[in-house]
């Protein structure tokens, strides 16, 4: 089995700044996907961005990237120039690549951000 | 683009009635899930299932079981539905270890 574990139930953040989130995870496997999902108050929930285990290179997705420290197993998501969309649950899971069938997910980050 | 699509987004039943959850899914995927969200707890997952008929329990199966009889269609059944089941539920479905594709989420309602 897998964990994940996000440790900000709540964070906010002012309009055009950066913010981190993070997220620390425990797996037995070697391969395996870590995302962050987003899931606005209309609830419809989206893959912000996705990370390769056995890739070294931290993942980018325009304001979105991700610092993923393979050893300290831990997935923190940066937010550049926050935008008032950026509202929402934040969600980080995690999935192996050949063992179950399973996403794991963390209890969630709300993110505010402040005009 | 993948449509997951559940039934319905605000239900309310009434303790003891049974209740179907539906979610249908468009890309011809494998694996379904079924999770709820409650606040604080994140998503939990219930059941899921990787082929026709083939279903597996989650973290909290208690209460609940699953119908998959045709490849984009899982079904979540309350057998006897309780107040403490008022939450959340969310429908996914995916091919791979890439990527789960969420429905728009039901909120149920149990007095």
């Known amino acids: 089995a897998q964990t994940v574990t996000q440790s900000q139930p709540e964070m906010s953040v002012q309009e055009a700044e950066t913010v981190t989130l993070s997220c620390t995870y425990d797996?037995?496997?070697?391969?395996?996907?870590l995302f962050w999902y987003k899931q606005p108050p209309s609830r419809q929930m989206i893959l912000v961005i996705r990370?390769?285990?056995?890739?070294?290179q931290n993942a980018t997705e325009n304001r979105f990237s991700v610092n993923f420290q393979k050893a300290a197993k831990s997935f923190s998501l940066k937010i550049s120039d926050s935008q008032l969309g950026d509202t929402a649950m934040y969600f980080c899971?995690?999935?192996?690549?050949?063992?179950?069938?399973?996403?794991?997910f963390g209890t969630g980050t709300s993110l505010t951000v402040i005009p | 683009d993948v449509k997951v699509t559940q039934s319905s987004r605000y239900l309310v039943k009434r303790t003891g009635e049974k209740v179907f959850l539906e979610c249908v899914q468009d890309?011809?995927?494998?694996?379904m899930f079924w999770y709820r969200q409650d606040p604080g707890l994140g998503l939990r997952l219930i059941y899921f299932?990787?082929?026709?008929?083939?279903?597996e329990k989650g973290d909290i199966p208690e209460g609940y079981s699953v119908s998959r009889e045709k490849k984009e269609r899982f079904s979540l059944i309350l057998e006897s539905a309780s107040t403490n089941q008022t939450s959340m539920y969310l429908c996914?479905?995916?091919?791979?270890?890439?990527?789960?594709?969420f429905g728009q989420g039901t909120r149920l309602t149990v007095v």
């Open positions: 899971a995690s999935r192996g690549l050949f063992t179950g069938n399973q996403f794991y």
């Open positions: 797996t037995s496997e070697n391969n395996y996907y």
């Open positions: 990370q390769e285990a056995y890739k070294q």
């Open positions: 890309m011809d995927h494998e694996n």
């Open positions: 299932s990787y082929d026709v008929k083939m279903k």
């Open positions: 996914a479905s995916s091919w791979d270890a890439t990527k789960a594709f």
